[in-house]
Each structure stands twice: as C-alpha cells, then as structure tokens.
C-alpha cells in the first residue's frame, strides 16, 4: 500500500492511450491512493465516464458547466482536494491549452486553477511529438515545474513506429510513488505560512494597508515545499504567483486571514510573515466617501485580531513550533526579544524596514533570529537563501523537540 491515503486527480485526455488510464485507476487503487477523474470530450470517444467510475469507485466529472458541481464551485475543489493532478495521456492538444494557460472545458480548467503538484503522461503521433510547437510546450510545462513521464518509443496506432507511446500503467504508478514518497528534511509535517498585507477596507474602493510584498513569506513556502512539507500559505493581496506545489489560500483583510489561518490547523509549524495591519475601520462604508467642503472624514479605528498571539496562546492544536517576524524601524533586537515575550512565539524573525534599508519590496534581508537562547545574526542574503536558511533551522528544532 505505497500510496495509502493519498488522492490522486487523474485527468484523461482524448486519445487511444486513454483505455490505458482505465488500468491506471485499479494500479493506483491497488496501492491505497483513491482516484477521481475527470474526462474531457475527446476521452469520452476512447472510454466512457461510467467505466471510469466503475473502477475508481467515484464519479467521474465531464462537464465544466454541470449544474450540480458548479452550485458550490465543483471545478475549484477539484483544484485543491488532491495530492496530486495527474494527466494521462496528455495528448498534444491538452499540453498546447496548459502552456497556454486556456481554460475552455472542465480539464483545462481545472489544470490553470490548482495548484497542485502535476504530473503528465505525453501521448501522441511520433511527428506530432516531435513537432517544434509540442516541444515549446513541453519547455514551457517543465520550467513551470510540471513533471513528465515519457513517452516511450512504440508502435503507433497509425502503424508508425517512435517517440509518443504513453507510459506504461506501472511506469506512471512508479513515477506518482517517487513524486508521493516524503522526502526532505520537513517530509510528512505540515507548515502553515502568512505571506503579505492586509487590505482593511474604508470604503468600496479605498483600504488601509502597507508595502509588504510578501516575497518573503513566497520564498520561504517554496523552500518548506522543496524540504518535503506540505504547505498551506495564506496569503494577503500581493501580486506574486502561486508557488509551485503549495496550497495557497488567498485572503484580503487581517479578520479573513485569521478564519483561514485557523481553519489550516493542526500544523507542526507555524509562520507568521504576513504584516497585518493592526487597526481597521470601525465601519466601513458601503459607497464611495466624497469629499464634503474642506474638513476630511474622521476614521474610527479599532484594533485588528493579532494572529501571531492568538495561535502561540493556543492550549489546543498549537504549532510545535511558532515563528513571528517583526518589521521595525528602529530598536529592532530590543522590540524583537518583547514580542517573542508578549506573543509566547518561539522565535521572532525580525530586521529593518526602515526607507535606507530597501527590505520592504527588495529581494534582500537582513535578519536576526531571536529567541529564549539568544540572538543570531544573519548577514545580508537574498530573501531565497533566508528562506532556505530559516527551513533549514526550523527542521532542526523540530527534529531535536521530537528526540
């Protein structure tokens, strides 16, 4: 039972390699992984949905527009209720509509929404495989971190022989077990991760915020991702990309991120990155405000819900271990070692944000890991090697508190 709870989403696109997918259910049912799948038109003229559902045991989804699915966003669970997405056979079609991030059917749709790990199965004619634009494509999948397996040289149906053979069954099923297997110095924990600002809203079309941009925050999920974690990143507004592998939970105000941050727990480790604005609008208003003569609005204000605090005071499905950063511009050690007091955090990551030091936006950091032993100060480092540098610590510690 090598895949023993794992989920497997299992794309089938239209070609006669798709009669292959059907042995790959029961393959990877053998092995404990549940599959769904979805079917797109093409594949509904190979194979058909019932014999799908037979096999996995769950029904088998054909229709972007189904009203059923759709009443509660059907497509977009099936982006993220998985552990991985798996395309076999990814004809040449299906691969030309992922490069181009096309979503016009309930497959495609589903492969630009999540953003889980991928992993295809290339299934075509030799000259269609060896067809510059299927190799762009195939550049452009690989560099956004897609995994392939094959094709194999074979026999063709069209009686040509070569490049285009979609794996066998158990080549797919050993290439999911290698993706699935934990590894990494963070294999089998979960890190929950805040990344960015909050947008408090004024009004409809104002908020109070800050300049976060939350590169931090991305770096550090990609490299607990890279060390074998599974990742949840709640994340405010910021205008980076999902990292590759990672759950991602997008999120506007400071009240929205906490309900997410705590519908994530339990997780071994927590970090909290994100800078969160401390104060909101007591009442927001419900239209644009205009300007009334020369006397401008008088904001009330009220404290937004410190969710660093919050999760560290927690008795029940607290982290193992809590990590909160501080933003300072001045006293940065001294207002770090209060907060790591105050909040109960077990490390507070802190560094200057002040103009001069260009963090804030920047691609570089300067940090100073404080904690009950002490402090420790990092040179400056792009915020990739911070991230990875932080992981790298966190893996310990966690290590050395289960020993």
């Not at 990609?222 to 999120?251: F, I, K, Q, S």
């Not at 969710?307 to 511009?329: D, K, N």
Request: charged share 20%; hydrophobic share 45%.
């Amino acid at each position: 039972m090598t895949l023993s709870g794992k989920r497997i989403l299992l794309v089938i696109g239209g070609g006669i390699a798709a009669y292959k997918s059907l042995d790959l259910i029961r393959r990877l049912r053998e092995r404990g992984a549940s599959v769904r799948c979805i079917l797109t038109a093409g594949a509904q003229e190979f194979i058909t949905p019932l014999a799908a559902a037979a096999i996995s045991g769950q029904r088998a989804h054909t229709n972007l527009f189904d009203r059923e699915d759709e009443a509660d966003i059907g497509h977009i669970k099936l982006a993220r209720d998985a552990d991985l997405v798996v395309v076999a056979p990814a004809t040449a079609n299906l691969m030309a509509k992922m490069a181009g991030g096309h979503a016009d059917d309930l497959a495609s749709t589903v492969l630009l929404a999540t953003t889980l790990p991928i992993l295809i199965a290339p299934a075509m004619n030799v000259r269609m495989w060896q067809h510059a634009a299927t190799q762009r494509n195939l550049a452009t999948l690989t560099s956004d971190g897609i995994k392939v397996v094959g094709p194999n040289d074979g026999a063709m149906a069209e009686a040509e022989f070569g490049p285009g053979r979609m794996s066998e069954p158990l080549e797919i099923v050993a290439a999911i077990e290698t993706l699935l297997t934990p590894k990494g110095a963070l294999a089998g924990r979960h890190v929950l991760i805040t990344a960015g600002p909050t947008h408090e809203p004024i009004d409809p079309v104002r908020y109070i915020a800050n300049r976060s941009s939350g590169k931090q925050g991305y770096a550090i999920a990609r490299a607990a991702a890279e060390a074998g974690a599974r990742v949840t990143l709640v994340a405010g507004p910021t205008a980076l990309p999902d990292p590759a592998g990672v759950n991602v939970v997008h999120v506007e105000s400071a009240r929205d991120m906490l309900a997410a941050v705590e519908k994530t727990l339990p997780a071994d480790i927590g970090i909290f990155t994100a800078a969160v604005a401390d104060w909101r609008v007591a009442s927001a208003a419900g239209e644009k405000m205009k300007k009334m003569g020369d006397v401008p609005p008088a904001l009330a204000l009220v404290e937004n819900p410190d969710i660093l605090a919050t999760i560290a005071h927690r008795t029940v499905e607290r982290p193992a271990i809590v990590v909160g950063f501080a933003a300072e511009t001045e006293k940065v050690i001294e207002h770090a070692q209060q907060k790591l007091s105050r909040k109960r955090a077990d490390v507070i990551v802190a560094n200057d944000v002040s103009a001069e030091s260009g963090v804030m936006g920047g691609d570089n950091n300067t940090v100073h890991l404080v904690s009950a032993s002490g402090v420790e100060t990092w040179p400056t480092l792009d915020k990739g090697e911070v991230a990875r540098r932080l992981v790298e610590r966190l893996a310990h510690m966690i290590e050395t508190r289960k020993s």
